[in-house]
Nanobody
Framework: QVQLLESGGGSVQAGGSLRLSCQAS????????MAWFRQAPGKEREWVTGLNSFSGRTYVADSVKGRFAISQDGAKKTLYLQMNSLKPEDTAMYYC????????????????WGQGTQVTVSS
């Protein structure tokens, strides 16, 4: 099993920055891909950005491209999401997710999830 624990959420004004962290524990050797998703009230869970844990290659949704950046430490134990130039529409619960194998960046492809951390951006 893999456990994921997010931290770093909070409230910020538009234009501000936040950095989220996701601490992985357990059988982390099973992880091939890690990602951040978000879910706003009344909306479906949305993929934000992802990373191949072995190659380090990153993938970013168009909605956050140029503003958000994903990274991980060398031991694959901690995943980060640097969020800059935040907008009110970025307000959501942010979830860290991990998967084994190939994914299509949809929630169903990810078998491990954190409990989420709330990000609120005020105008």
């Amino acid at each position: 099993q893999v456990q994921l624990l997010e931290s770093g959420g909070g409230s910020v004004q538009a234009g501000g920055s936040l950095r989220l962290s996701c601490q992985a524990s357990g059988n982390t050797y099973r992880i091939d891909v890690m990602a951040w998703f978000r879910q706003a009230p009344g909306k479906e869970r949305e993929w934000v950005t992802g990373l191949n844990s072995f190659s380090g290659r990153t993938y970013v949704a168009d909605s956050v491209k140029g503003r958000f950046a994903i990274s991980q430490d060398g031991a694959k134990k901690t995943l980060y999401l640097q969020m800059n130039s935040l907008k009110p529409e970025d307000t959501a619960m942010y979830y860290c997710a991990a998967a084994a194998g190939v994914v299509s960046w949809v929630p169903a492809d990810f078998g491990y999830w954190g409990q989420g951390t709330q990000v609120t951006v005020s105008s």
